[in-house]
């Protein structure tokens, strides 16, 4: 403090006004106001080093304390204050001040980078910078600029610094000094570099703002993306045991209730929630108004309800304002609208109608040198609720797992309520109480997770149902908000028994099978043909298609009537007559109805384990939470029954095999909603080798294709594709073991061969073999068909 703001220092110290007076550089203390002998020592003193003169005028080696750091008077040297004003006096007037905010610019293994700010009045000619190790002084450097460097220091080692200011009169007190250690050698790791140019902003004395630097990368030189938290931490010196500790995302931080004229350390480090940084260098800080620091504002609002808690497009009044003698600036800022203080006019205000984007209210205070002290109020929107179901239509087999998700939006809170009937005209509603997952995922964002069971029923607040018997049906997610409003969205879970085929059939070789005619052989086709009158095959068509699942919606869009609409999932009709006509739509909707179904697997690997077992595995093509696996398997050259094994995993094993025997096996994906094509393999049973056998060969399928195209050219420029094609269908029916058919029930993804039908029209034999599909929908059942589809327990 300057030696015409000692006064002041005082008053904001809490000296009596009787004692205001002797609060000069010049003027000694009495007995009477000793009991402000620190405040007076500190604010008159200016914090410099008397020492020299205090010796050369007798001030006894008790007494210097009043004299150098740590500034304070004791009892018994009242009598020394007429002294100690003469070398107050003298030194304030020649000798340096000292320098502030000495911060580490930089710091690696070895060396180190400080610097610090140069005083505005009387400052020095030269600085000396002091490195000390341990006890003692390891280095020394003088410069005349305000930074250092030190270099050839050791790794992971602590050093402490301080700076002192020259002039011709003297040397200035030493800065408060700094601790830091020097990081290790060579250290390549994954945690955060740690935090730099740690120094104060302000301080008032009970608060000081403290602040820092930090470069987002690690070690490694990778770059950090993602938020980090910053720690502070901070001390009583003296009080080791005591640490404040503090968490904060803005690279400052504000220190509340401080002791007055007390010292602190203060240091920083860095989380990214898995590692931790370094710390930054240790800074020892005076709780003690200093001569820049600024006021803080006040933010006042009307009206001020309670927890600051508004509804939306409520109109408040913000007021900012702040109390000083000096001309300062307001700058007042709403979500992102920024007001400014007139001039000479330090106080700001507006109106605001309140929305969840104007939530902060900053007010800074700012002077010409661009100083800040800023103050924050969080005010609260009350809104919503706001209900989503993350998926409306959930479709499950009847021995998996489902679970219904709810996004709910609102503050405060909502309160979630859920509900069930078992249909959407079901009058009678059935309140779940059981317990449910919450998560936050965002502000005032929440996921409520339901559990259903299909055996048994339990929740949790994803509503997660597993093994779901009787379980289908409408979930509502009902949110209450704080004035009662009520939201409530639905979900309807679609339960389907898990029905695979007993052996890897496809659709098109069952309707050759059934010596369906050519032209409604078509029907049986990747994309049905519906246009000829089939009504004579209806009972086979429906039999090769039918799948077990619910197709009548798409099969009234098709202007099925409403009595053959049993058809379409698998029931009879009472008039076979008059329905038979419409098979060939019913079947188009069974095949279209499948394009929703998985994907198949790919890569299905085996290896021989033992002689009689072999271990199946095969890479997942996308996640679904509701696909079950079915393995068929038999032996090769054999007319008997797969052996069917159904599994939610991506790899079996398969025991009891004969060691002499080969296999034949299919691979097939399904859900509610069908299943994919089959991938077929054979099993060479070579139980020893080291190597196992995958199915896949880019070789293999560009040589395929090759000479598929090869065919087609030939075939099509010599005019034999339609002798091949009338052969084919003249000779025996396909085998459900022939590799060359891709598919099985039609509509299953675009990639197909479709086996040549008899026809006149070139153009529409190619549009009969366009593989688009059009997105159908459907709404699975409980039913079984004349393809012998059954419902399989899990292995």
Same mark, same amino acid.
């Given at each position: ?28 203390? &009495? ?111 003088? #410069? &005349? ?235 609260? #929107? ?245 696909? #079950? ?31 002499? &025997? ?23 049973? &070579? ?53 060359? #058919? ?54």
């Amino acid at each position: 403090v300057h030696v015409n703001l000692a006064k002041d220092c005082c008053q904001q110290r809490g000296i009596s006004t009787s004692c205001l007076s002797m609060c000069s550089s010049n003027t000694p203390l &009495t007995a009477e106001c000793s009991e402000y002998g620190d405040v007076w020592v500190q604010c008159t003193s200016e914090g410099h080093d008397h020492t020299r003169c205090c010796a050369e005028s007798g001030i006894p080696d008790e007494c210097m304390s009043a004299c150098r750091h740590p500034f304070t008077l004791k009892a018994d040297c009242i009598e020394y204050t007429p002294i100690l004003a003469k070398c107050y006096s003298w030194l304030t007037t020649n000798l340096p001040s000292a320098v502030s905010n000495l911060e580490i610019t930089s710091r690696n293994s070895t060396s180190v980078l400080f610097s610090w700010d140069v005083p505005l009045q009387r400052p020095g000619n030269a600085y000396q910078v002091t490195l000390d190790k341990g006890n003692s002084v390891f280095r020394q450097v003088n #410069v &005349t600029t305000n930074s250092a460097r030190f270099d050839n220091l050791e790794p992971s080692t602590n050093y402490t610094v301080f700076v002192t200011a020259f002039n011709n009169y003297g040397s200035s007190p030493p800065s408060f000094k700094i601790s830091f250690e020097t990081l290790p050698d060579n250290e390549l790791n994954d945690r955060p570099t740690p935090p730099f140019g740690l120094h104060i902003a302000w301080n008032q004395g009970k608060r000081a703002n403290i602040t820092w630097d930090w470069s987002p990368v690690r070690y490694n030189g990778q770059k950090i993306t993602d938020p980090v938290t910053y720690i502070v931490n901070y001390v009583l010196t003296g009080n080791a045991s005591v640490w404040t500790s503090v968490k904060t995302r803005n690279m400052w931080y504000v220190m509340e209730n401080l002791t007055m004229n007390a010292l602190y350390e203060v240091y920083v480090y860095i989380s990214d929630g898995n590692l931790q940084s370094r710390s930054s260098s240790i800074v020892t800080m005076l709780a003690a108004p200093d001569e820049y620091s600024l006021p803080e504002p006040q933010i006042i609002i009307t009206p001020e309800n309670i927890n600051r808690t508004y509804r939306a497009n409520d109109q408040i009044e913000v007021k900012c304002t702040v109390e000083s003698d000096r001309i300062l600036n307001l700058d007042l800022l709403i979500g992102k609208t920024l007001i400014h203080s007139e001039p000479s006019r330090m106080t700001v205000e507006t109106f605001l109608n309140i929305d969840e984007n104007n939530n902060l209210i900053t007010c800074t205070v700012m002077d010409t040198d661009g100083r800040q002290n800023r103050a924050h109020m969080h005010i609260f #929107v009350q809104f919503g609720p706001i209900v989503n179901m993350v998926t409306e239509q959930i479709y499950a087999y009847d021995d998996l797992s489902a679970e219904i998700q709810c996004i709910v939006q609102g503050y405060p809170e909502p309160v979630l309520e859920w509900y069930y009937r078992k249909s959407p005209n079901a009058a009678r509603m059935e309140r779940l109480n059981d317990s449910v997952h919450v998560k936050t995922t965002a502000l005032n964002q929440y996921l409520h997770t339901l559990l259903v069971c299909f055996f048994e029923t339990y929740y949790l607040s994803e509503d997660l149902i597993q093994n779901v018997t009787g379980r289908n049906g409408v979930y509502s997610c009902k949110a209450i908000g704080a004035d009662g409003t009520e939201v409530t969205k639905n979900a309807e879970l679609n339960i389907a028994k898990a029905a695979l085929p007993l052996s890897p059939r496809f659709i098109l070789q069952c309707c050759v099978d059934a010596k369906i005619s050519e032209k409604c052989l078509r029907v049986c086709s990747v994309n049905p043909e519906i246009d000829d009158d089939c009504s004579a095959f209806s009972e086979d068509l429906l039999r090769c298609a039918n799948d077990g699942r619910d197709h009548r919606s798409c099969c009234m869009r098709s202007r099925i009537p409403p009595d053959c609409l049993s058809m379409c999932s698998g029931g009879k009709v009472s008039n076979n007559a008059v329905c038979s006509i419409f098979a060939a739509r019913a079947v188009a909707c069974m095949i279209r109805g499948h394009e929703r179904a998985p994907s198949p697997p790919t890569l299905l690997h085996y290896e021989n384990v033992a002689p009689d077992s072999v271990k199946i595995s095969w890479t997942e093509t996308e996640a679904d939470p509701y696909k #079950v696996y079915a393995i068929y398997y038999r032996q090769e050259n054999s007319d008997g029954d797969f052996t069917v094994v159904k599994t939610s995993k991506t790899e079996v094993v398969l025991g009891g095999l004969d060691p002499n &025997t080969n296999y034949d096996l299919a691979l097939v994906s399904a859900n509610a909603l069908g299943h994919s094509p089959f991938l077929e393999t054979k099993i060479i049973n &070579t139980f020893g080798s080291t190597r196992g056998h995958t199915f896949i060969s880019a070789f293999f399928f560009a040589f395929l294709i090759a000479a598929a195209a090869s065919f087609v050219v030939y075939t099509i420029r010599t005019n034999a594709w339609l002798r091949v094609v009338q052969k084919l269908h003249r000779s025996q029916p396909l085998s459900d073991r022939d590799p060359s #058919v891709a598919f099985e029930n039609p509509g299953y993804g675009t990639e197909v061969q479709i086996r040549g039908l008899a026809h006149s029209d070139p153009i529409a034999a190619t549009e009969w073999q366009n593989a688009d599909l059009e997105v159908a929908d459907s709404l699975p059942t409980e039913a079984n068909n004349g393809m012998r589809y059954a419902k399989l327990n899990s292995a």
